[in-house]
């Protein structure tokens, strides 16, 4: 760092003084941006109530007069249900007419010779496609996406594809948005996508069709990812650094307060399109007030904007009482007498350069971190859903489950920002990693009638998969520099979605071996444990701004000595910036 501005940057932390208070213009900024992301985890599960595929048989062409389901005879079909217990179950209905037909799920029979209603017939029977519709079970859900369409037998592949196609919606607005919210700013695009997830998630309810369900779905997963991954983003510049940890953990917590928000609405309405209306709902207030949300001084910095990146730092030192503000004049006068200083251009500023996905590979430091933090999102997010799938096992009401799979999240979080403060990113991630599959070997050698312990391994298995999941978010921000880091998060946040797109189709192996999803989780754990060793460690550090700085810290020679990289002007400038934010951590 240059003498100059090191001696600016002390000479700030002497003069200015902060009042202590309950509230701060970063609180304000951070609880406005983080109640958003209980959207995102909202519209992310929705679909575990919205596309249930409930028991079903063939309809018949005309009134029933009688039911019989083995021993049992009822007058109602609706009666049947409760004691439905497999697929391959039929029932025997009889017609007004006398006709007595058999009912499977995918097709139907009608006895030839039928003189009494028994269960068991020798006869011949017509069997018959289900051209009459089907008849569903209506105890728990009143209409769901799959009883609209008749997503069942021949069409059951395209219920299958709705949480697959949403996942893929969210990889894609992961980079796109992440692109373009370091083009344009981090405030248009929060914006844009949280007006976005209210709109969509609304048109969602009113479709007419299976199709037109699944391309406004996809928009909505694209709105609500790029919200996500520019959320975190956005909160992370805003945030000193003592406070960063805590607050984009915060963010993982919102989104599994809409988990919980998804089970107690899946358990007190029913029909489908009203349920999807009740939790787009929860989009509105955000939407009313995020144009008021400035943009971050970090990115105005990044392009240059020295004036309206002045704006908002006199307005968070007015909001945090704060009697000297800091000056972006004085650091741009110390950085034009830095020698370090480019004045290759004309004018003496450069022209703003466009980074993209390929500077993530940049040179083999960067390159090979990238890679690496690729792994450990895709590691995660499988490990994730797939103990999330695995969570159906539990039996009994599923809301409660739901509810339960949501808030075991709550304290994994509080263990992930004790371990990052006190033991670092790096050395947080590893351990749990490691954990996660070892849990997965032991999974495999419990009995599996000892289901109270199968239970406690599969949450344990979930909660330290959660805890790697949960912070990966912050350290993939802090291993890379301002003008790429949105691009970062959201390439990685777009692995993860692959993650979370293969990990329905990785529990479907259970049919080859029942442990075989487990075994794949677990050695992607391993691999991703091993490799994040060589990744730096970021507690403590400040943002990195230039791609030459991020390169710097991840070199084996300097960490080895135990030295600080040295800093440009550029991480200087942020340093600076940052000491304004720094009210919130004070006062924690």
């Known amino acids: 760092m240059p003498e100059g501005i090191n001696k600016l940057w002390e000479r700030r932390k002497e003069e200015i003084t902060y009042q202590d208070s309950a509230t701060g213009f970063q609180a304000c900024v951070y609880f406005a941006s983080v109640f958003q992301a209980m959207s995102c985890g909202i519209h992310y599960l929705a679909s575990v109530f919205m596309a249930v595929t409930p028991n079903f048989v063939c309809g018949i062409p005309g009134n ?11 007058a109602r079909l609706e009666d049947i249900w409760t004691m439905w217990t497999s697929t391959e179950n039929y029932i025997v209905a009889q017609l007004e007419n006398g ?47 799959v009883t609209q369409w008749d997503l069942v037998c021949d069409r059951e592949w395209l219920a299958k594809l709705i949480q697959p196609t949403f996942m893929l919606g969210v990889l894609v607005g992961a980079v796109i948005f992440g692109d373009i919210a370091d083009r344009l700013g981090r405030q248009r695009v929060m914006w844009f996508t949280s007006a976005g997830q209210f ?42 650094i003592k406070a960063r940890t805590w607050a984009s953990m915060h963010v993982h917590a919102f989104f599994a307060l809409g988990i919980m928000v998804v089970a107690l609405v899946g358990f007190l309405v029913r029909t489908w399109w009203v349920y999807q209306i009740f939790l787009s709902i929860a989009t509105l207030p955000f939407v009313l007030c995020c144009w008021m949300l400035p943009e971050t001084p970090l990115w105005l910095l990044s392009e240059k904007r020295y004036e309206d990146a002045q704006k908002v730092i006199n307005m968070m030192a007015r909001w945090n009482k704060v009697s000297t503000s800091c000056k972006v004049s004085e650091l741009c006068s110390v950085q034009q007498d830095d020698p370090g200083t480019d004045r290759t251009s004309g004018n003496g500023a450069s022209p703003t350069k466009k980074h993209n996905i390929l500077d993530l590979f940049c040179n083999w430091y960067i390159a090979r971190r990238t890679i690496t933090i690729w792994l450990v999102w895709f590691t995660g997010s499988l490990g994730y859903y797939v103990f999330s799938l695995s969570s159906v096992n539990l039996g009994g009401n599923e809301y409660l489950n739901l509810f339960l799979i949501g808030a075991v999240e709550l304290p994994c979080y509080i263990i992930a920002c004790i371990g990052m403060d006190k033991l670092g990113r790096r050395n947080t991630l590893i351990p749990f990693l490691i954990l996660s599959a070892l849990i997965c070997v032991l999974i495999m050698f419990i009995p599996q009638d000892f289901n109270v312990l199968i239970i406690l391994a599969n ?44 990990a329905p189709f990785c529990v479907y192996l259970r049919s080859v071996w029942i442990f075989l999803p487990l075994l794949l989780v677990g050695i992607m754990a391993l691999l991703s444990g091993i490799l994040t060793l060589m990744l730096p460690e970021t507690l403590g550090k400040p943002l990195t701004n230039t791609l030459e700085e991020a390169t710097e810290m991840g070199r084996k020679k300097e960490n080895c000595s135990g030295k600080t990289p040295p800093a440009d002007s550029g991480a200087a400038l942020e340093k600076i910036e940052m000491f304004g934010q720094e009210t919130v951590s004070t006062e924690k």
């Open 99 to 145: 006709e007595i037909w058999e009912l499977n799920q995918c097709s139907k029979s009608k006895r030839e010779v039928s003189f009494d209603l028994a269960y068991e017939y020798k006869g011949n029977k017509s069997i018959f496609s289900c051209s009459d519709g089907f008849l569903y079970d209506d105890t728990k859900w009143k209409s769901t996406v």
């Open 199 to 240: 709109v969509f998630g609304i048109t969602v309810a009113f479709t007419f069709d299976y199709y037109s369900f699944v391309i406004v779905r996809f928009l909505l997963a694209m709105v609500s990812s790029g919200y996500l991954v520019v959320a975190f983003v956005y909160v992370t510049e805003f945030v000193g």
């Open 459 to 502: 949450m344990a298995g979930k909660f330290s998969i959660g805890v790697a999941f949960g912070l990966i978010y912050l350290y993939t921000a802090e291993l890379y520099p301002t003008i790429v880091r949105s691009l970062a998060v959201g390439s990685g946040s777009m692995m993860c979605r692959v993650g979370s797109v293969v």
């Open 64 to 74: 029933v007069s009688s039911v019989l389901f083995y021993n049992s005879s009822k």
